[in-house]
């Protein structure tokens, strides 16, 4: 319906001292309002409720889950695929990725990310409040890591608890905190990490688990652990000093491996050798022993004969032995040779040189 204001404003002009339309002037119009028709309604209608129903179509993708609300309250779970629910506002849908590992930074923040994000990299900055924690011993180190997620019950991430992402957070301060605190700086400086991030995860995966969460922690993993950076300095010198420390125990050790074996080796050789040279020395005595019994027995029984045949042995054993000069002279040419016996060449008692001959 139009308003002809003109035509109002007429009769407005038109009535004695320009009184304002009466009640029954918008009676009259409310009459005209009312039998006012949209034509073609009987057409629109059918179909505003087919595209009302058809809302209700929605399909869920392989790394996602279904969560069907029905006037906010959970209903049911569906899976991948195309689906259908009642159109809101009966029911509603939410659709989690469930497969997705997602993560969050404690104590730094990657190229001025929110700390909830996925794998990146890039420039970081650090968040001192977060990172820097009291540890055992009475010392204080700054901790940055990550924790890894993903969701495991749809239901419980999304009605148990109100804000995920924060409790996460504050489980993953609370659990490293513990941790660290449990132990020594050198364990979270050094060889120590691998133990601090699994017993880190288990605990927060007891905490969460506790609430009812629907998370799995996959990882927790230790990205920066350093001194604070006022005795950054005095850390390093103490690491210098431990890491010769190391240095010469380890030369230590292959030196005395090294040494011990030769030395064992050269003992067992001169052992080996001095029990080999008593057996030779002991077997050949005892030879010799047996020998001389033998040629003494032989020896009583024919004396000229054996006399003879110990010299012929001793002659032969003279004449084949290379080392030996041998000058073989006849009976006759002994008798006139004048024997010769080089007294000034013969050293004395006591003396280390021999003395010359004086002129």
Do not use: C
Not at 80 to 101: D, F, M, R
Not at 147 to 159: E, G, N, R, S, T
Not at 219 to 242: I, L, T, Y
Request: charge should be neutral; proline fraction near 6%.
């Amino acid at each position: 319906m139009n308003w002809d204001w003109e035509k109002l404003q007429k009769q407005q002009q038109g009535r004695p001292g320009g009184k304002p339309p009466s009640f029954d002037d918008f009676q009259d119009q409310l009459e005209k309002f009312k039998q006012f028709k949209l034509p073609g309604w009987k057409l629109i209608l059918p179909v505003l409720i087919l595209l009302w129903a058809a809302s209700g179509f929605y399909i869920v993708e392989p790394d996602e889950v279904g969560v069907v609300q029905q006037f906010g309250e959970f209903n049911r779970i569906t899976t991948a695929g195309p689906n259908y629910h009642i159109p809101y506002p009966v029911e509603s849908v939410l659709t989690p990725k469930v497969t997705q590992i997602r993560r969050i930074e404690f104590g730094f923040r990657s190229s001025g990310r929110a700390r909830v994000q996925n794998f990146q990299q890039g420039v970081s900055r650090e968040v001192p409040e977060e990172a820097l924690m009291l540890t055992g011993d009475e010392n204080i180190v700054s901790v940055q890591f990550i924790v890894q997620y993903m969701i495991k019950d749809a239901k419980d991430y999304l009605f148990n608890v109100y804000d995920p992402s924060g409790t996460i957070v504050h489980a993953g301060e609370a659990a490293m905190r513990e941790v660290i605190g449990n132990g020594k700086i050198d364990d979270a400086l050094t060889t120590g990490k691998q133990e601090i991030q699994v017993q880190t995860r288990d605990l927060m995966q007891k905490i969460l688990d506790s609430y009812q969460t629907g998370i799995s922690i996959v990882a927790v993993q230790m990205q920066n652990v350093h001194p604070p950076e006022q005795v950054v300095d005095a850390f390093k010198d103490v690491a210098s000093a431990r890491e010769d420390k190391s240095r010469f125990i380890n030369e230590a050790e292959a030196y005395q491996r090294d040494i011990l074996p030769k030395a064992r080796g050269e003992a067992s050789r001169v052992i080996n050798g001095a029990q080999a040279y008593k057996e030779a020395k002991v077997r050949k005595a005892e030879g010799d022993a047996s020998h001389f019994l033998a040629v003494l027995k032989e020896y009583e029984k024919a004396k000229d004969i054996t006399r003879e045949r110990l010299y012929l042995e001793a002659m032969e054993g003279i004449l084949q032995n290379p080392e030996v000069e041998k000058l073989i002279m006849s009976d006759n040419a002994l008798k006139q040779s004048v024997p010769y016996l080089p007294l000034g060449q013969l050293p004395r008692s006591g003396a280390t040189a021999t003395p010359k001959a004086t002129k």
